[in-house]
């Protein structure tokens, strides 16, 4: 086999003698183990690889993408064809066609060691610690006189390779290590049931599992799950102030500012895949919340899941600011869309592994926080109610319309947190929520999860995140069936 810098310089060579007027060549390489285990029982124990090389084309104002896992210059040659003439046959039936922005290419190595490798760790350390959180679930249920019905963990290590080179000088490496943890578990008890799921992770080793301390972090979801199951009464309705915690306000980023604030979501491209979007070019410059309402997207965040400092597209990340105190600011942009809109890219060209396309995708998304303490959003309420985590939600295609069901969740009386709630019912418009803001906490945290896009589907690691947020007036509800 070619050394691999050979072979993506040869794609290139390639490309050009074949009449591309830019290609870009990405080798990537996965190397993970997967742990599941279910009801304390090891399900899954499994390795894997996938190493490649994407490669994509533009001809005539057309694009073209091939891949292949032949990592030969045979194999490199058939991949390039087979984009060009992916090319050429849309070339012939566009109108407009593509144009890619100019940007400074990046040229660097980027390698993040982790303090502690995944293969220095022995497998049965790794099962017995996901046992461990198993039981501590199982054990808080019945302390409080319920059952830990069911409980599934989905343990991911791995190692991310990735190595970018294109016509336009672009020369970036990545080098990163992953440790991701997922988590669900239904409670069951007093004829009712409530579920909780977790995830966690990020571009470190070993090291971040050890801190995220899951057998207390378990210990504790599960004690608060069972006490809403056993002892929670029903929420009021109608208007009132409620506080959000900051994984339903992460979330609220991340599907009503991030995906909507998508440049190809925007164009259309993602209609028929993953939604559509609220925001139209007119949007852009108008307010959507409050004064206290900031949201941004950050691939450089140190350790985040969603962590790198160049894109697919060899351009340089940076913090993209989405939503500027309450007014919509900036979209996230590859090379594609930026000159649709006359702006640079802000290097959110990404693709999940070496078959799939760049496209615009979020990293880690989140709203900058305030000042105050958890004590302080809540003294001054009267009557409401405080949710802390949520354990469903939906959302239209456009992004507006939205509902988030909590899971942990309490009343909140003349400034003091009461008795717990079952299943309090967010439900308003984009705008309404963000709108409603009167008050962030400086409580800022971070949540992992894999974002769904594309087609054929692409999950990517990101971040979503924020503080506790204080909204006025708006109307809580119940779900129908307790």
């Known amino acids: 086999m070619a050394p691999l810098e050979d072979l993506l310089s040869y794609a290139l060579k390639t490309a050009s003698r074949l009449g591309a007027s830019y290609a870009e060549a990405r080798f990537e390489n996965h190397v993970g183990e997967t742990f599941v285990l279910r009801n304390g029982v090891v399900d899954v124990s499994a390795r894997g690889v996938s190493r490649g090389i994407g490669v994509r084309v533009l001809y005539k104002k057309a694009l073209g993408f091939s891949s292949t896992g032949d990592l030969t210059r045979r194999g490199v040659s058939e991949a390039v064809k087979r984009a060009v003439e992916l090319a050429k046959a849309s070339a012939r039936l566009l109108s407009k066609g593509v144009s890619m922005s100019d940007e400074v290419m990046g ?16 497998t049965e350390d790794k099962t017995e610690l996901l046992k461990m959180a198993d039981g501590a679930i199982v054990e808080a249920a019945e302390k409080r006189g319920v059952k830990a019905v069911s409980r599934v963990f989905e343990m991911t290590l791995g190692r991310l390779e990735k190595h970018v080179l294109n016509t336009d000088g672009a020369d970036v490496y990545l080098d990163k290590p992953l440790s991701a943890l997922n988590c669900i578990f239904t409670i ?8 909780r ?36 009464v029903a929420p009021p309705k109608g208007k009132m102030d409620v506080v959000l915690g900051s994984e339903i306000i992460g979330l609220v980023c991340h599907e009503s500012a991030g995906h909507p604030g998508e440049a190809d979501r925007m164009l259309g491209r993602e209609a028929a895949q993953a939604g559509e979007t609220y925001i139209t070019r007119e949007h852009l410059g108008s307010r ?45 942009h590859n090379r594609e869309t930026a000159p649709e809109f006359g702006v640079k ?13 760049p496209i615009v995708r979020m990293a880690n ?6 000042d105050h303490t958890l004590e302080e959003l809540i003294e001054d309420i009267r009557e ?18 939205q509902r988030y069901v909590g899971v942990e969740a309490y009343l909140i009386k003349n400034g003091e947190l009461g008795d717990m709630v079952f299943q309090p019912v967010i439900e ?55």
């Not at 890219?345 to 396309?357: C, H, L, V």
Request: net charge neutral.
């Open 188 to 195: 069951f008890g007093e004829g009712r049931y409530l579920q």
């Open 345 to 357: 890219s802000n290097a959110a060209s990404r693709a999940n592994n070496y078959n799939r396309e």
């Open 288 to 332: 959507i919340g409050s004064e206290l309402v900031t949201i941004v997207d950050d691939p450089t965040l140190p350790g985040s899941f969603g962590y790198y400092l160049y894109d697919d597209e060899g351009v340089k990340a940076s913090e993209r600011v989405l939503i500027e105190r309450g007014v919509i600011k900036e979209l996230l």
């Open 197 to 232: 799921f977790l995830n966690l992770g990020e571009s470190r080793g070993w090291e971040a599992v050890e801190r995220w301390r899951i057998d207390d972090m378990m210990a504790e979801e599960a004690a608060a799950v069972s006490e809403a199951v056993k002892k929670a």
């Open 384 to 401: 409401g109610v405080y949710v802390k985590s949520y354990m469903e939600w939906n959302i239209d295609d456009k992004r507006w319309n």
């Open 365 to 370: 998304t989140y709203m900058k926080p305030g």
């Open 428 to 482: 308003l418009t984009t705008q309404a929520l963000y709108s409603a803001i009167d008050a962030l906490g400086r409580d800022l945290k971070f949540y992992a999860g894999y974002c769904g896009k594309g087609d054929p589907m692409q999950g990517i690691p990101v971040w979503f995140g924020g503080p506790s947020a204080r909204l006025r007036n708006i109307r809580l509800g119940q779900t129908s069936v307790e």
């Open 107 to 122: 040229k660097e190595r980027v390698i993040v060691r982790p303090r502690v490798k995944h293969e220095n760790v022995a």
